[in-house]
Every structure is written in structure tokens, then in C-alpha cells.
């Protein structure tokens, strides 16, 4: 299996928690699938991420054909392993005039496996600026998971508004991208990102993979397989979608974004992080 990763960039990965920027696809086709995703939010009146949320992959085929992109399947490919499973991505949108936000948290300090060797690619469809509020990182911050509170923010794009309560802002860095770039950080990564001060919007979309060796201790066990396969069968793979907007695949994202929101899993999460 060829590399997508050079040597310099593994060890910054390993190393910081990251990596950053990468190259993916053209800023051109970065923009044709901007204008689908505002296409959508014309004929339905809302922001694409009120409804196609936590599995947001299985409402476009275009999104899932992206997250298996060998630049894209590739890079998570060198920094978790060969067998890549999706279990979360949505599209993170930063209108200008906003002020909206992300905290500082880390991605695996709400999820619940058997190990925290998850990582997340960020591709931007815009390009994604410190003044756009782009993806701000702690490096060497994954080696631990942390304790987190939940601040509920009005302007928080985290829906428990999960933060790290202390966090050391001078040695934070920037991870700006160009539309079409995309970034990979650990799941451990403490990471935030500042409002949009700019007067056009940012939009990016984040595919959250695990090796498909890791186990779910609690919640949805089902997830989309990006590379490799799934051994050794700990999860059930979702149904994808032929076109976009498939029934078929609308169908299963109600069904993750319904397990994934039941009350009893939301418990059985509580209980495993203590």
C-alpha cells in the first residue's frame, strides 16, 4: 500500500497531532460542491447542518466519494491504519456577520471505544482563513485525554458545547487551508476555531474515522468503511446512498442521528468517560 504521507509529515502527525495543510482537489470542484450544498439550502430554506448532521456522508454521494479519496483515504490510511471506518462528519458553516464559534475540546473525549486512535480529516469547500476562523490546534496536545465541561454557548457549534476548561492560547496554531486543502488531526488534539470576521462564508466538512480494530463500548455500532475492511466485525456498515439525497441513504442517516441521540446512549456514553 503506497504512502500519501512523506516521512516529515508522519512525524509531524505523530509528533504535534496534526497535519496540515494537504493537498486534495481542485478549488474549482471545492467550489462546485459549495454550490450544491447552498443549492440544497435554497430549496430547503435552512442551513444544510440543521438536518444532515452526524453521518452527513450518507446524504451525498459526491460526500462519501470524497471522504475515499485516495489523497484523503490515503493520508488517514498512514496515520490510523489500513482498515479507515467513518463514524461521524458533518459540514461545519461559518456565515459572515456571525459569531459563531468552536471551543476548545478534543474530538475522542466523546467517544466511546476501546482505544483512542482515531483521527479526522477537515477538507475545505472555501478557503479557510484565521480571519474565516479556521481550525486552531494545541500541538502535542494528544497524548492525554482531558476532562471537558459542557458550557451549552448560544454561538457554540458543539452541541454540549464541550470545552477543555484550560487551555494555554499562546502556543496555539493556526491551520488555514485553501478551498480544496484538507487537514488531519488526532482525536485527542485539543482544537477550536474563532468566528468569521470576513464578509464570505467558510465551509469545510469533516469525516471522523477510527481503525475499523476499534471497538464501540456504547451507542450506534454501525459506520461507513472508507479503506481497507472491516476486521475484525465489530461494526454494521450503513447502506449508502446510489445519488444524492437517496432515499436509501436518508433513511440510515435518520437512523444513526436517532441512535446516536437516544437518551440511553447518551447515558452508556456518560458512564464509559466517567
Given at each position: 500500500?503506497?504512502?500519501?504521507?512523506?516521512?516529515?509529515?508522519?512525524?509531524?502527525?505523530?509528533?504535534?497531532g496534526?497535519?496540515?495543510?494537504?493537498?486534495?482537489?481542485?478549488?474549482?470542484?471545492?467550489?462546485?460542491?459549495?454550490?450544491?450544498?447552498?443549492?440544497y439550502?435554497?430549496?430547503?430554506?435552512?442551513?444544510?447542518s440543521?438536518?444532515?448532521?452526524?453521518?452527513?456522508?450518507?446524504?451525498?454521494?459526491?460526500?462519501?466519494?470524497?471522504?475515499?479519496?485516495p489523497?484523503?483515504?490515503?493520508?488517514l490510511?498512514?496515520?490510523?491504519?489500513?482498515?479507515?471506518?467513518?463514524?461521524?462528519?458533518?459540514v461545519?458553516?461559518k456565515r459572515?456577520?456571525?459569531d459563531t464559534f468552536?471551543?476548545?475540546?478534543?474530538?475522542?473525549?466523546?467517544?466511546p471505544?476501546d482505544?483512542n486512535?482515531?483521527?479526522?480529516?477537515?477538507?475545505?469547500?472555501?478557503?479557510s482563513?484565521?480571519?474565516?476562523?479556521?481550525?486552531?490546534?494545541?500541538?502535542?496536545?494528544?497524548?492525554?485525554a482531558?476532562?471537558?465541561?459542557?458550557?451549552?454557548?448560544?454561538?457554540?457549534?458543539?452541541?454540549?458545547?464541550?470545552s477543555?476548561?484550560?487551555?494555554?492560547?499562546?502556543?496555539?496554531?493556526?491551520?488555514?487551508?485553501?478551498?480544496?486543502?484538507?487537514?488531519i488531526?488526532?482525536?485527542?488534539?485539543?482544537?477550536?476555531?474563532?468566528?468569521?470576521t470576513?464578509?464570505?462564508?467558510?465551509?469545510?466538512?469533516?469525516?471522523?474515522?477510527?481503525?475499523?480494530?476499534a471497538?464501540?463500548?456504547?451507542?450506534p455500532?454501525?459506520?461507513?468503511?472508507?479503506?481497507?475492511?472491516?476486521h475484525?466485525?465489530?461494526?454494521?456498515?450503513?447502506?449508502?446512498?446510489?445519488?444524492?439525497?437517496?432515499?436509501?441513504?436518508l433513511?440510515?442517516?435518520?437512523?444513526?442521528?436517532?441512535?446516536y441521540?437516544?437518551?440511553?446512549?447518551?447515558?452508556?456514553?456518560?458512564?464509559?468517560?466517567?
Open positions: 500500500m503506497p504512502r500519501v504521507l512523506t516521512d516529515a509529515q508522519l512525524k509531524a502527525y505523530q509528533q504535534d496534526f497535519v496540515s495543510p494537504l493537498d486534495c482537489i481542485s478549488s474549482e470542484e471545492a467550489n462546485q460542491y459549495f454550490r450544491i450544498i447552498e443549492d439550502e435554497k430549496m430547503h430554506n435552512e442551513d444544510v440543521v438536518n444532515i448532521r452526524v453521518r452527513a456522508v450518507l446524504a451525498f454521494k459526491w460526500m462519501i466519494d470524497l471522504a475515499r479519496h489523497q484523503i483515504a490515503g493520508a490510511q498512514d496515520c490510523i491504519g489500513p482498515n479507515v471506518m467513518l463514524f461521524l462528519s458533518g461545519w458553516s459572515p456577520g456571525t468552536v471551543s476548545w475540546h478534543q474530538d475522542g473525549a466523546y467517544n471505544f482505544r486512535t482515531g483521527a479526522t480529516a477537515w477538507i475545505g469547500l472555501t478557503d482563513t484565521p480571519e474565516k476562523g479556521n481550525i486552531r490546534s494545541i500541538p502535542g496536545s494528544h497524548r492525554e482531558l476532562e471537558h465541561e459542557e458550557r451549552f454557548q448560544k454561538d457554540n457549534i458543539l452541541s454540549r458545547g464541550q477543555v476548561p484550560e487551555v494555554d492560547e499562546s502556543v496555539a496554531v493556526d491551520m488555514p487551508l485553501k478551498a480544496g486543502q484538507f487537514s488531526h488526532h482525536e485527542l488534539l485539543v482544537h477550536g476555531s474563532a468566528p468569521n470576513t464578509d464570505s462564508r467558510r465551509l469545510g466538512i469533516s469525516f471522523a474515522c477510527v481503525p475499523a480494530e471497538k464501540p463500548l456504547s451507542g455500532n454501525t459506520g461507513v468503511l472508507i479503506a481497507g475492511d472491516n475484525p466485525g465489530h461494526w454494521v456498515l450503513n447502506k449508502e446512498p446510489a445519488f444524492d439525497l437517496d432515499p436509501v441513504g433513511a440510515e442517516l435518520k437512523a444513526v442521528q436517532d441512535a441521540r437516544d437518551p440511553e446512549a447518551t447515558k452508556q456514553i456518560t458512564e464509559v468517560l466517567g
